[in-house]
Structures are given as C-alpha cells and as structure tokens.
C-alpha cells in the first residue's frame, strides 16, 4: 500500500460527457504531462508555473508519427491543465488535473499515453489515502468522502460534509488529550509507588470520567440516528384489515403499487415505496392486516407484518374511525401499548383514518394517550400531509439537536469498546483500587478512541476503509 510511484486515474465517470478530468497525483505529475502537454503560447513550460494556476493547451501523442505514415494529427485534444503543487493538493503531492472533452476514446487515450510515460494507474481510493498519510486529513475525514461521494439525499450529504470539517475528529481529539494527561499522572503515581504519591486528583479523575462516559453515550446513540438518515428510515404501516393502510400507502409514494378493495385481507405481503421528505429518504411499507386467521397465506403474511414491524423506526398505526367505540378503542390501546413495550425507540403515529365517514369523533382516551394523534380520510387524501410533516420534522430536529452525528459502523464500534472500558475504569475508582487497575482501563479506552481518527491503525483497517472507494478518489 505504501509507495512513492506518480499515479493517475480518471475523476468523472467513464462515458461520454462535456468534460472528463484526469487526475495525476505524485513527484512525476508535471514533468511527465510536460511531455505530452503542448501549450497555446509556445515556449511555455509547466514547469516553471506556479501553484494553482490553469494553462490551455493540447496532449500531444509523438507515438503516433513515429509508427504511422497516415495523415492522422497527433493532436489528441485540446485541455485544460490545473497544476497544484505540493503540499497545496488534494493528496499534498504534487498534482496535475487534466480537463479535456468527455469522450470514452480521449479518455483512453490520454491515460495510456500517461501509462506509457511510466504513471501508474491509481488504486481504489488511492488519491484520499495519500491525503491521510500526507495528514491532509484524518481517517474519519477518509470515510466521510466515501460517503459523500455516495450520498443520494440532502440529509446524509450534510452529515459527511459535517464529519469532513472534522468535528466528530475534533471532539474525539480533546477527548483523547484530556484523557491521555490523567492516564501519564497515574503512570507517574506507578513510578512513584514507593513514595505513596498522588500526581492524578480523583475527583477531578472522576468527574471527567462522568462526562466522558456521557459524551461517548451521547455519540453511540446518535449512531442510530446517523444510520437510518443514511439508509432511510422504515416507516411501516400497520392495523387490522381494511382499515385503508393500501390507500394511505398508494397516495404517498403517489403510485398503484398497493391493491385496494373493500375485502378483508387483500394485501398479504409486504409492499415497499420510497419518498424523499425534506431531503430525508424514507422507505414506507404497506403490510398484511393483523387479526387471527386460518388463511395459510393470510398467517404468513402476518409472520411478515411481525417481521416489518422490528425493522421499523416509525409505525403508523391505522384504524377505521368510522368503526370505532369506546370498547374498541380500549382494545386497541391495549395493542398499542404492547407493541410499543417492545419497541420503545419506535415513533408510534395513531391514525384515525375514514373521518369522512365517520361523524362519531370520540377520540379522547386515545388523544391524550399518544403525543402523535392524526384524524384523515386516506380516499379524500385529507390530512395526510399533515403526517408527512411530522415525519420529516421527527428527524430534522433530532438532527439539530446533535452536534455530532455517527454514521460509521467502525466509529460506533470503537466508541462502544471505549465506553466500555471508562465504565470499568470508573468502577475501579469507585472501589479504590490500585491505580495499575485504572490505568490499564484507561490506556485501552484511549487506545480505541485513538482508531476513529486513525492516531492507531494497522494495515487491514486501512485496506478495509480505502477499498471501499472508487477508483480515482
Ligand atoms: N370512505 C373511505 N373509505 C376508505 C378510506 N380509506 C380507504 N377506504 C376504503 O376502505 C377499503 C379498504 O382499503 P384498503 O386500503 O385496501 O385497506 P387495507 O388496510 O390495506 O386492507 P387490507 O389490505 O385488507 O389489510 C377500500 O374499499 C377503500 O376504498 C377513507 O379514507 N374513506
Ligand atoms: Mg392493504
């Protein structure tokens, strides 16, 4: 993984297009495109021009009048060449951007040329590792432009800017100095064992733990959050029969994908549709009406609502108010209760839908029971955009109420181990043990936090984050 050879490879995606730029990173990157770069103003040598500049020119292929007696130019295109010089670059090498027209043909041809004047073609995510390793930004910055690149909607687009301006970096950073100079003050204590001497205050020692154990909390749980924005957040409806859970999921996802009739049962699989609210992308899912059956198919389409269901990180609960009284609604809150005991992270919505039916509006024990209570007519599409706001809203505020938001999987995995080892090291405190008991805690929790942003590594991590990119970032 750790060489010095000047790489290239294509930036834009192969094809045609306006313009395609070629990215050369390494020593070699203006000397070689010196050769093969014809400038408009004669004489003008790349060379000699400085950092940041863009010069208009033609790639020349002298290949081609060596072996060829045709009359073909051996004018490939006309360019723009940027240069940025080290380290005032993407990698901090010396680099080279060539734009020239977006064929497929001139594409190929500029880079074989390049490959013929000894470049390399770059390996997957090359350019970015290159930028860690010349400290142009550290590993959760990395992973952040991975996610940048990939990242299909408004919401996901702002977490990895926020996590490239490195504020999850930043935090972790003081976090670890914090409890790096407590951890050298106990080593200091176990030199000086003999002498009985206390350099570490503990209740300095212990407040700080306290507030780094609820810091790392505060990230863990914000994981869940970052993760479904990245994903998109289930939303599944659910409700017995023929309460109008097809119609409300067609009228959203504005498609027939659901079909509705007035006989019990007609949906006996699961259904998914994808809506983009407020840059927020939500996967919605129509489901089987839940009630006992004998129905084989019915009974399996249950099992799957059942499975749904655990996936959801919303549920709208739907029932026919046109059907409703009081003995029916003390069932359903009985339902509703349950469900929610065993997903309590899950947002419950409660809909009462066919309010254009129904004149009987006594909703009293169940609207103050649910802080999220809707009356709509699915049909009449009434109300309906009332729920998607709440939808949306749901997650923009709890995305402004973080400061930092976790979206990498090997980021809440080391947050979760140094947790871990801050609770242990509190205990231990809290129990007077030896300092060698704290210590060795505390030097595992820092050397966790010290993966995120990549103060430790080893090769396989590195390999396993880089791989994940495209060739040419
Ligand atoms: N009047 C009225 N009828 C509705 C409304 N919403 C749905 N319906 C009717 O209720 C019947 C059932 O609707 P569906 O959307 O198929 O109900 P479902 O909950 O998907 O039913 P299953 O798939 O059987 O579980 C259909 O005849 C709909 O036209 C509404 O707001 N008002
Ligand atoms: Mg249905």
């Known amino acids: 993984m750790f060489d010095d050879d000047t790489i290239v490879a294509l930036a834009t995606p192969t094809g045609s297009s306006a313009i395609s730029v070629i990215r050369i990173s390494g020593k070699k990157s203006i000397s070689t495109v010196e050769t093969i770069f014809s400038s408009v103003h004669s004489g003008k040598k790349l060379e000699n021009q400085s950092t940041h500049t863009i010069h208009l020119g033609y790639i020349v292929d002298n290949h081609i009048d060596d072996d060829r007696s045709n009359n073909r130019s051996n004018y490939l295109d006309q360019v723009l060449v940027s240069i940025f010089r080290s380290p005032f670059s993407y990698t901090g090498e010396n680099m080279i951007e060539i734009s020239c027209h977006g064929s497929y043909y001139i594409q190929q041809q500029i880079l074989q040329l390049l490959i013929r004047k000894g470049i390399r073609l770059a390996r997957p995510g090359e350019f970015t590792f290159r930028a860690f390793l010349n400290k142009k930004m550290d590993l959760s910055q990395a992973e952040a432009i991975a996610d940048l690149i990939l990242s299909d909607n408004q919401a996901s687009h702002e977490l990895s800017l926020q996590q490239i301006k490195g504020t999850l970096t930043s935090t972790i950073k003081n976090l670890r100095k914090k409890l790096l100079d407590f951890y050298s003050l106990l080593e200091l204590e176990l030199d000086f064992s003999e002498e009985n001497m206390i350099f570490a205050k503990r209740s300095d020692l212990f407040s700080f733990l306290k507030d780094l154990e609820e810091t790392l909390k505060d990230l863990i749980e914000s994981f869940s959050l970052g993760n479904s924005i990245k994903k998109g957040i289930y939303v599944v409806i659910i409700g017995e029969p023929n309460v109008g859970k097809s119609t409300l999921f067609n009228y959203v996802i504005q498609e027939n994908r659901s079909i509705i009739s007035h006989i019990e049962g007609t949906t006996r699989d699961s259904i998914e549709g994808e809506l983009i609210l407020n840059g927020i992308h939500f996967h919605f899912v129509d489901t089987a009406g839940i009630r006992d059956t004998k129905d084989t198919i019915e009974i399996m389409g249950v099992r799957k609502t059942m499975e749904k269901i655990q996936e959801a990180q919303v549920l709208l609960y739907l029932f026919d108010a046109s059907k409703n009284d009081r003995k029916k609604q003390k069932k359903m809150l009985k339902k509703i209760q349950i469900i929610h005991e065993k997903n309590p992270l899950k947002k419950i919505l409660v809909i009462a839908n066919k309010s254009d039916l129904s004149s009987f509006k006594d909703f009293y024990n169940l609207k103050s029971k649910f802080s999220y209570f809707f009356e709509i007519s699915a049909k009449n599409h009434h109300g309906i955009k009332r729920i998607l706001y709440t939808l ?37 405190l809290s129990k007077r043990l030896p300092e060698d008991l704290v210590s060795i805690h505390i030097k595992e929790a820092l050397h966790h936090l010290g993966k995120i942003t990549g103060e430790i590594t080893n090769e396989e991590v590195l390999k396993n984050i880089f791989s994940q990119f495209c060739i040419g970032k």
């Open 392 to 428: 949306s809203n749901l997650f923009i505020e709890k995305l402004k109420e973080k400061n930092i938001i976790v979206t990498q999987n090997r980021h809440y995995e080391a947050l979760k181990q140094s947790l871990k080892e801050v609770l242990l090291a509190h205990d231990a």
